[in-house]
């Protein structure tokens, strides 16, 4: 149990265009999914924390405008980024918490990542 | 601030060598502590965890104990397989909160 599936696994667009990534849940309910940036490596950066029916809350230094977020059911967060530019390709990870285990004793489950490489 | 340090990589290991990988923390209260993996090209998953002081979290062979005294969650495992290549993230959460705080990740390579 406990899955969390995200899509595309890799996508390549060209500098200047727009990317969507989906993050879902497949068999649990989460109020509140996070969205991470991976840089080659190194550590997981939390850019924002989305919240279902509600803006998200983004983390100091990331642009709210450039990465949108969108949180429009308890399964479904996406992840857009506007406007691409080299230097936002990275790879991006999404996680989440079961509603119904919201204690701060229970674990994040992760999405596969989605590699975004803007040319 | 609230924080997780663990050792730098990379980490090169034998087949069937013992594995060490420190982690101690810094945080207010009573956190509880997570051990994720990231195989070669995925996300993360949870390997083990351990919600109060003196317990033992294991899976896999992997074992680590959440020493309050020392602040630390050192990951251990007797005997590791090339399959045991991956990145290791130390994390917490902290009580009372809902973020989660990793450390900076350990690369394992083991080899053949």
């Known amino acids: 149990g406990a899955v969390v599936s995200q899509h595309p696994s890799r996508v390549i667009c060209k500098s200047g265009t727009s990317v969507k990534i989906e993050c879902r849940s497949l068999d649990f309910q989460a109020t509140t999914m996070f969205w991470y940036r991976q840089f080659p490596k190194q550590s997981l950066m939390l850019m924002a924390t989305s919240n279902e029916g509600s803006k998200a809350t983004y983390e100091q230094g990331v642009e709210k405008d450039k990465f949108l977020i969108n949180h429009a059911s308890l399964t479904l967060s996406t992840l857009t980024v506007t406007s691409a530019h080299p230097e936002d390709s990275s790879f991006y990870i999404c996680?989440?918490?079961?509603?119904?285990?919201?204690?701060?004793?229970?674990?994040?489950?992760f999405g596969n990542g989605t590699r975004l490489t803007v040319t | 601030g609230d924080s997780v340090t663990q050792m730098e990589g990379p980490v090169t290991l034998s087949e069937e060598a013992f594995l060490t990988i420190n982690c101690t923390y810094t945080a207010t209260g009573y956190p509880s502590l997570f051990w994720y993996v990231q195989y070669p090209g995925e996300g993360l998953q949870l390997l083990l965890k351990a919600t109060k002081a003196d317990d033992k979290g294991s899976n896999k062979g992997f074992e680590a104990t959440y020493r309050k005294e020392t602040t630390s969650f050192h990951l251990e495992k007797g005997s590791v397989q090339v399959s045991d290549s991956a990145v290791y993230f130390c994390?917490?959460?902290?009580?009372?909160?809902?973020?989660?705080?990793f450390g900076a990740g350990t690369r394992l390579f083991v080899k053949a």
């Open positions: 994390a917490l959460n902290l009580a009372g909160g809902f973020k989660t705080i």
């Open positions: 996680s989440a918490r079961a509603d119904s285990n919201r204690s701060y004793n229970s674990p994040l489950h």
